[in-house]
């Protein structure tokens, strides 16, 4: 078997060659195995590898991967992977926040007491203020009769998640606790509402009461589990006979209930009269979203036949089709009809906020939980929830890493759906590959979830189609009509891509331009712009982000003035807000274009930035944004016109997906009546363009082989890691399931599938990853090594796994602990060292503001002073190597890069940071923003081997500093999707300190009080932090479940 030499000698450091400094580790098999891992001799090795059916037979595929004792956190490579961020936030114990919960409870019901009047359900607006927030998650769902009870109601509502309880397994020595809670409800000691076993919920009169409560009555929640606990202690377990009788009538009826409902799916009858849903989601649709009427198309979709009998299914069609809403529809079928999780997968971050943010007041409204997964957020594994079902809405990475967790504990068929939007995203680099392995792996191991699939831009739906196994659904329809224009010098050419001359003649652009005009602005954009601004918004695609910034100061430049009265105040105020969200700073280019109505939006500009851009452009007050291609596939912004400065993205002719996503901007619905794109181009391109417009869409490929077979190793690492393969034969029908394998004629044309898969097992076992043992019945079987097992859980980049663990164990000799520069060092990203190039002289000059034991610390990394200094003369590396000063560069523009985060985490304004380095602010923030997730994926990482025990408590911390370089304060607020730093200051000052506050506000209140704050965003915001919060109650109330559940194992007679 042969495995590319180069590869393996670029990439490979030899589990017995890495230095150990002292620390040993089990990396090594032959130096330190356990019983259940002893490694297969040598000539057993080289027979597995060689022949692995002569050792192996096949292993049974059902058996559930085993449940680990501590909880799996994963991260993954693009994405702050940040596990239990709650975790890290709060670190009081169980009893103190319980008593919190308890406080705030009764708090609540007091002040709801006093108030005297239940909530009233007032349709979206009174919805959000209807129902006590903090508390409604300790509710079952849909008990909205109950919030007007007074007194008991907080010991009622902690104590409903206790009751259900009885329905599971409850130690007998628990018993004796809960049953006198549960007799002392029932019999009415208190006031508090009853929730009785069946699920019925009645108000009793409050006579018992007035007889005056029994005497624990009062206890608080904390006293009586502090009671039970001691009760606990000492009990016997004199009820386990009339437990377990109890326990079994429970359980039949469950299981008849379960029956009923598997019937009653299977014969599809509707549960309800929207497609299955009550009209309460109808009408809520309306009230929300203002779509009062499906399209005929969506009304097809969604009773086709796939759809109801849960087949898969991939539905395509053209941009602004309408795709979402449909997706939606299916989503919350799956939550409330057939009650199990959701799992949609977004392309882009803010793409996941926007829907956290716009599904979270349909999850108060309909009892569902929404769950964000971008960014720094996101828990794995997620908490189980016995009341609410949960609908998680994921980036690609989070979603490959939430579905490996839910793998690893065997809960993945709780997922009952998944619905990938942009699914051509399978075909763009690494992305595309962990979006196969996902979807793979789902499709292996869950049989019972549906995958849908949606896209704009496929071709060869058939190769889908078949990895997927999934019919498909097209249409042409687009509401709004576009129509594609090209220009060529004064032109106007009307594209027919399926005619022979498909540039037809439209018209000849009517500009009066001056001579000095024409040598600035030869492709006549003024004029094309000012053909719509600023009565309608336009977008302007340029090749570069330097091009968008001049292409907007140039407009500038020659609109007439009355352009700056249009909406003056608000741009004003839009001038002022970015002024505050970069400290102070104001970019000069916006500064002068803003007035005028327009904007550059490219990755440039900070997260703050760009979300006040798009609110902006959103909302009317800017009317031209200049921008590159990656507006096109981001958030939704749609024009009236969109023009193309020209067909090239950087130096490479657009592609047809591009240009598509691109053009697919124009035309609101319901806003336009049509929409138009121009594409500027020049005589040279004419030919290519004719092409770009005519042809089919580009295909989409399997990305595993992508980056020298990246995505094939990662994938059979986590396979065997997972324990979803541990043989040869488990893994070859594994691959025999993805798109890689439907496709293997065009990926691979070289070699064959298992050839590959061959290798990449050859190359996992040369790299210390994974290794060959013994299973308890003395079969032969892949095993991921501790640091294969480190690796996939902290989802490093194999290339790095190696000078990781070396970095790692460096550090634990000579930790420098007076200043983070050190540990910020080590979590500096490999992977953008390439990004950036050291500016010598700033390098030097940082170098010497450091205090002796950072430099010392550098020194030890391999970057002395002098090597620095000599850089910073100018000298080359030849002219002084004779010196013995070896050091490696990408060594020291790592450091460099870890200077600018060192500052950045002494709380230096990114702004500062970023003109103290010479470098653009929004590259700035993405290097922060990776730096997190790679902290956060260095932490999983260490977690995995005992011997970097230390760092557990130092990344945990760090992970947090580089999450939020903000005030401590603000991180509660920000917390709330899509609230950034300026709009957390914005709420903190105006009173509005804590998640509580958000949740409980008015959203009139927050319009009058905070600048530039629309209705719809402050209504966005309550939700989002009444869900968030929802969702942190409840999952303490599972904790609480959790930890007074009987252990399955316990020993018993
Ligand atoms: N039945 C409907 N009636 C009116 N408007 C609708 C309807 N369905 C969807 N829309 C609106 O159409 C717009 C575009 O819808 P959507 O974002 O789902 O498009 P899409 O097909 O996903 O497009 P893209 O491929 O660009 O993402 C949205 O503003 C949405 O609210
Ligand atoms: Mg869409």
């Known amino acids: 078997m042969s495995t590319d030499p180069c590869e393996i000698k670029l ?99 007091t002040e709801k007491a006093l108030e005297g009047s239940s909530a009233v359900d007032q349709g979206w607006g009174g919805g959000l203020r209807s129902s006590s927030p903090a508390f409604g998650a300790l509710k079952t769902a849909g008990d909205h009769s109950r919030t007007t009870c007074g007194e008991g109601h907080a010991e009622s509502d902690t104590m409903s998640g206790l009751n259900n309880k009885l329905h599971e397994d409850i130690p007998s020595s628990q018993s004796v606790f809960q049953q006198e809670v549960f007799t002392g409800t029932e019999r009415g000691d208190t006031s508090t509402p009853v929730e009785k076993a069946t699920g019925e919920h009645h108000i009793p009169d409050g006579s018992a009461e007035r007889q005056g409560p029994k005497p624990h009555a009062r206890w608080s929640m904390t006293d009586r589990m502090k009671r039970a606990m001691l009760e606990n202690a000492s009990a016997p377990s004199p009820s386990i006979s009339k437990l377990a009788a109890w326990k079994e009538a429970v359980m039949t009826e469950e299981m008849d209930a379960a029956a009923n409902t598997v019937q009653t799916v299977s014969s599809e009858i509707d549960l309800g009269p929207f497609y299955g849903l009550p009209t309460k989601v ?20 969604l009773t086709l036949d796939s759809v109801q009998q849960r087949r898969n299914l991939i539905y395509s069609l053209p941009t602004s089709g309408g795709k979402t809403l449909v997706a939606e529809i299916l989503i919350l079928k799956e939550l409330l009809c057939r009650k199990r999780d959701a799992l949609l997968v977004l392309p882009y971050i803010s793409l996941v906020q926007e829907k956290v943010r716009g599904l979270a007041g349909l999850g108060l409204e309909l009892g569902f939980l929404v769950e964000e997964y971008a960014g720094s957020k996101g828990r794995y594994p997620p908490v189980k929830r016995r009341n609410k079902k949960s609908l998680y809405v994921a980036t690609i990475e989070k979603a490959h890493s939430l579905v490996n ?79 594609e224009y090209v220009k060529l010098k004064d032109t106007i050419y009307e594209v027919h891509p399926q005619e022979d001359d498909c540039f037809q003649f439209s018209r000849v652009l009517n500009f009066k331009y001056s001579s000095s005009m024409q040598k600035v602005d030869p492709d006549h954009i003024i004029a094309l712009v000012t053909e ?34 249009h909406r003056e105040a608000e741009k004003a105020v839009l001038l002022q807000e970015l002024r505050s969200s970069g400290g102070g700073a104001l970019c000069p280019v916006l500064q002068a274009t803003v007035p005028f109505g327009l904007a550059y939006h490219h990755s440039g500009l900070t997260n703050e930035e760009r979300k006040l851009v798009e609110e902006a452009y959103t909302a009317g007050v800017l009317c031209l944004l200049t921008c590159t291609s990656t507006l096109a596939a981001g958030i939704n912004l749609p024009a009236r016109r969109v023009i193309l400065r020209s067909p090239y993205v950087a130096m490479d002719f657009l592609k047809r997906s591009q240009y598509k996503q691109m053009i697919g901007r124009a035309g609101r619905a319901g806003i336009d009546a049509r929409g138009e794109s121009i594409l500027i181009l020049q005589e040279k391109d004419k030919l290519l363009v004719k092409q770009l417009v005519s042809s089919p869409m580009e295909s989409c490929y399997s990305q595993l082989m992508h980056d020298n077979g990246k995505g094939v190793h990662s994938l059979i690492l986590s396979l065997v890691g997972l324990k979803i393969a541990r043989t040869l034969e488990q893994i070859r029908e594994f691959v025999l399931g993805t798109l890689l394998n439907v496709q293997e004629s065009h990926t691979c044309p070289e070699r064959k599938l298992w050839d590959i898969t061959q290798d990449s097992l050859e190359f996992l076992r040369q790299k210390g990853l994974l290794k060959v043992s013994k299973d308890c019945e003395n079969n032969l079987v892949l095993e991921v090594t501790s640091l294969g097992r480190a690796t996939y859980k902290g989802s490093i980049d194999m290339t790095y796994c190696d000078i990781l663990y070396r970095d790692l164990s460096k550090g634990l000799d000579s930790l420098m602990l007076n200043s983070l520069l050190h540990l910020v060092y ?14 010598w002289m700033i390098f030097f000059r940082q170098f010497s503001s450091m205090t002796a034991a950072e430099q010392k610390m550098a020194s030890g990394v391999g970057v002395p002073e002098s090597f620095v200094a000599r850089k910073a003369a100018g000298q080359t590396l030849l002219s002084y190597n004779h010196i013995k000063l070896i050091t490696d560069p990408t060594v020291a523009a790592r450091l460099y890069l870890a200077l600018v985060l060192f500052l950045l985490v002494k709380e230096n304004s990114l702004w500062s940071v970023a003109n103290r380095f010479q470098l653009s602010r929004g590259f700035v923030q993405s290097l ?97 932090a009444k869900m968030l919060l929802t969702e942190k109650a409840e999952a303490l109330q599972e904790e609480v479940n959790d930890l007074l559940a009987l252990p399955p194992d316990l020993p018993s007679f």
């Not at 109808?282 to 979709?301: F, H, M, P, S, V």
């Not at 080590?826 to 500016?839: E, G, I």
């Not at 903190?988 to 905070?1010: E, F, M, W």
């Open 928 to 1024: 922060l923003s990776s730096a997190s997730a790679f902290c956060s994926c260095v932490l999983h990482f260490t977690e995995e081997l005992e011997e970097f025990w230390a760092y557990k408590a130092l990344l945990t911390e760090l992970t947090r500093r580089l999450t939020y370089c903000v005030r401590a304060e603000l991180i509660p607020l920000m917390e709330v999707a899509g609230v950034l730093e300026v709009r957390a200051k914005q709420l903190y000052n105006a009173g509005y300190k804590t998640l509580s506050h958000l949740a409980n506000a008015d959203p009139s209140l927050l319009v009058q009080t905070i600048q530039n704050l629309s209705r719809k965003q402050a209504n966005q915001i309550v939700a989002s």
């Open 282 to 301: 109808k009408d809520l649709i309306a009230n929300l979203r203002g779509i009062k009427e499906l399209y005929d198309w969506q009304k097809t979709c």
């Open 532 to 565: 719509v601004i600023p009565a309608h918004s336009c977008l302007l695609f340029c090749p570069s982000k330097k091009n968008c910034e001049n292409v907007a100061s140039m407009i500038c430049k020659y609109l007439k003035k009355d352009f700056l009265l």
């Open 11 to 109: 990439k490979r450091v030899p589990s017995r060659k890495r230095s150990r400094d002292g620390v040993r580790s089990h990396l090594t098999p032959k130096k330190n195995v356990s019983s259940s891992e002893t490694p297969a001799g040598e000539e057993e090795l080289k027979t597995y590898f060689e022949d692995p059916e002569s050792l192996f037979g096949s292993v049974d595929m059902k058996r559930k991967p085993a449940f680990l004792s501590s909880p799996p956190q994963y991260c993954s490579d693009h994405e702050d992977l940040f596990g239990d961020y709650d975790s890290i936030l709060g670190d009081c114990s169980f009893m103190a926040r319980l008593e919190d919960v308890e406080q705030d409870a009764k708090r609540q019901s």
């Open 405 to 483: 967790s839910l793998v690893e504990l065997g809960r993945l068929e709780s997922v009952g759906l998944l619905v990938v939007d942009e699914l051509h995203m399978l075909g763009e680099g690494s992305r595309g590959a962990l979006l196969e392995m996902t979807l793979a792996k789902v499709l292996y191991i869950s049989k019972s979830t549906q995958i849908i699939g949606m896209s704009a831009t496929l071709s060869n739906v058939e190769d889908l189609q078949r990895f997927l196994k999934a019919d498909n659904y097209t249409s042409d329809f687009r509401p709004v009509q576009l129509v």
């Open 826 to 839: 080590l979590v500096t990203p490999y992977d953008m060292v390439s990004q950036c190039k050291p500016d």
